[in-house]
């Protein structure tokens, strides 16, 4: 028997090297999202097209291997595959056409245009890239040392990113994500906006793109969307094609800032892959390649020789649990966290981000010094008057008692009307500075 096998696989490897020899698999079963087939031997992650019943093809991806079989998921519907059906592997990965001419369009999870009155690119327009690159090489990252002004002045006052910082949007759901995300995209200093919308469900799609990201926000960004009804195979790929898109931006020198929503979504895609191929489940069912995959996507963003890419990424935080898994393994690799507050939510304060369970781990080495004192007294200000809110409420607090407390009370109305803001608005850095003064001081 071993010699036998040893024979085939000899025989399989000459047919396929030789000039034209093309090697044809066949559907055994479909399990689940998992299509066995036979009679080939692909890598992981290479592209093969399978031929349906009714004739046409459609696209699958290499996922794993099961005794003599290659199992493969689809990037597209399952409808019209019978065993039987050929299965034709391409010996690539996938890979995706890239150029400028991108900028304004919204993108489905394989590149294709969703919106049919615009014009595709052409063969030959742009750069190939595969979808699957790796981060860049550390030691080839330029030092994050320029402020990117994102024109929300809870983000550039208290929060301050730098160019090719990766910044995490902690909630749970209904608390203003994609809001502050339109808002970023709209008002930020980037040349280009890469938009990665995973997982969402379809009327949130088109809302965001009309309302919180606008014509304006839109001309400038490229949206990739690959909804909640999308295999979830297509749900991971578009997030790859998205980050795909930011890495060509930025290798021609641009500023860009990426935007995703949402990880979680994404996370849970792969999840259901892993588990589909059977990998084991552990931390609450996540199986171990999801915690692979986040610090592996995550790192394809930052800083390069030329340009910079500078991530947004937002976390749906399950049931608030801010301790939960994909939450803690994100902010463990991301570097800073903005925690939006369903409490301040509730207060119609937005956006609603808790600036004392929030931080930039980078803003100390970016900021002058003037702007770190006006910060360290914002905050100041606002924790001093936190730790003694419940006593404040309920009169048990006697003004007069302690300076720093009286002051805290004294400036908070105009701290809070310093940290709301309407998504219409836009603020620069030196206006931001001059309000934080006039409401610290």
């Not at 649990?321 to 939510?345: M, N, Q, W, Y």
């Not at 702007?371 to 007069?400: C, F, P, Q, V, W």
């Amino acid at each position: 028997m071993t010699g036998t096998k040893t024979s085939n696989g000899k025989y399989l490897s000459t047919l396929t090297a030789l000039p034209g020899g093309r090697v044809m698999g066949k559907v055994r079963q479909v399990i689940g999202l998992v299509i066995e087939v036979s009679g080939i031997r692909p890598f992981i992650g290479e592209i093969c097209y399978i031929r349906s019943t009714n004739g046409s093809a459609f696209i699958a991806e290499v996922v794993g291997f099961r005794e003599k079989c290659c199992l493969l998921m689809p990037l597209g519907d399952l409808q019209g595959i019978a065993p039987g059906c050929v299965v034709e592997p391409t010996g690539k990965s996938f890979s995706l056409r890239v150029d400028e001419l991108l900028k304004g369009k919204v993108l489905d999870g394989l590149g294709n245009l969703l919106d049919s009155g615009l014009p595709p690119l052409g063969p030959d327009d742009g750069e190939e890239y595969p979808v699957n690159n790796d981060p860049p090489n550390p030691m080839e990252r330029r030092p994050i040392d320029s402020i990117l002004s994102t024109g929300v002045k809870v983000i550039d006052g208290l929060m301050t990113c730098g160019e090719g910082q990766r910044v995490g949007i902690f909630s749970g759901s209904g608390v203003g994500k994609s809001t502050m995300l339109g808002m970023i995209a709209r008002h930020s200093a980037s040349d280009v906006n890469v938009i990665a919308l995973i997982g969402e469900r379809g009327r949130e799609v088109g809302d965001f793109i009309r309302n919180d990201l606008g014509e304006e926000g839109l001309k400038r960004s490229v949206v990739v969307v690959s909804t909640s009804d999308r295999p979830a195979l297509e749900r991971v790929m578009g997030a790859m094609v998205a980050v795909t898109i930011a890495e060509y931006f930025r290798d021609c020198g641009a500023k860009v800032i990426f935007m995703m929503d949402s990880v979680t979504r994404l996370c849970m895609a792969q999840r259901e892959i892993g588990l589909a191929v059977g990998e084991p489940p552990s931390t609450k069912g996540y199986t171990p390649s999801v915690f692979a995959l986040i610090a592996r996507y995550l790192e394809r963003s930052g800083t390069s020789k030329r340009g910079s890419i500078t991530g947004f990424y937002n976390v749906l935080v399950d049931g608030d649990d801010f301790t939960e898994p994909i939450t803690d393994a994100v902010r463990s690799v991301l570097d800073g966290h903005i925690v939006l507050s369903r409490k301040l939510a509730s207060q119609n304060h937005f956006p609603a981000a808790d600036v004392l369970n929030s931080n930039s781990r980078l803003m100390l080495n970016l900021i002058s010094p003037g702007h770190r004192d006006l910060a360290a007294e914002a905050r100041k200000l606002l924790s001093t008057y936190e730790s003694m809110e419940d006593l404040i409420n309920i009169g048990a607090y006697a003004a007069g008692s302690q300076p720093d407390i009286d002051r805290a009370i004294q400036k908070r109305p105009e701290l809070l009307k310093f940290l709301r803001q309407q998504p219409e608005e836009n603020f620069a850095l030196g206006e931001t500075l001059a309000q934080m003064e006039k409401v610290t001081y």
